[in-house]
């Protein structure tokens, strides 16, 4: 009886230790402005950043006056490291029909890239991801 009130005690305590291990160590964030030929981007606009050792990625969205933000969640941190940046317009818009069903559709008239900028691995555009916050600002040229 006592053994196992005793196995049972440090089954508890392994648990325990185990369960508040700090997280793995991941970035506190990025935030920045994109522009397009000096104008805000479009509210939508997708900053997409993929990590150059294992090709993971994650995206913002621009809102208004061309700002985007992203914080990991804490349960969820994504790896410190270099990333490459590309940045892809709005391609598609979203409407409610009557019955309340979600319907994306080609945005017409819209830009569908924005050439070298759209491709992480072709824009030239790298940031250093560490613990704290980052700030990248975006000038997207089309001329």
């Known amino acids: ?48 950043f993929r990590h150059i050792d294992d090709q993971s990625s994650f995206f913002a969205i621009v809102g208004e006056s061309g700002m985007y933000s992203y914080e990991p969640p804490v349960e969820a941190p ?3 490291g270099e990333y490459q940046v590309g940045v892809e317009p709005v391609a598609s818009t979203t409407t409610v029909d009557g019955t309340g069903l979600a319907v994306e559709s080609a945005a017409a008239g819209k830009r569908k890239s924005y050439g070298k900028y759209s491709d992480p691995s072709e824009s030239g555009l790298t940031i250093a991801l560490t613990e704290g916050h980052a700030n990248l600002d975006i000038d997207v040229a089309t001329n």
């Open 78 to 80: 994504l790896k410190t």
């Open 1 to 48: 009886m006592v053994r196992s009130i005793v196995m049972l005690s440090a089954i508890c305590c392994l648990c325990f230790s185990v369960g508040c291990s700090d997280a793995e160590p991941g970035f506190g964030g990025v935030q920045g402005t994109v522009t397009v030929d000096s104008q805000p981007a479009p509210v939508g606009t997708r900053v997409k």
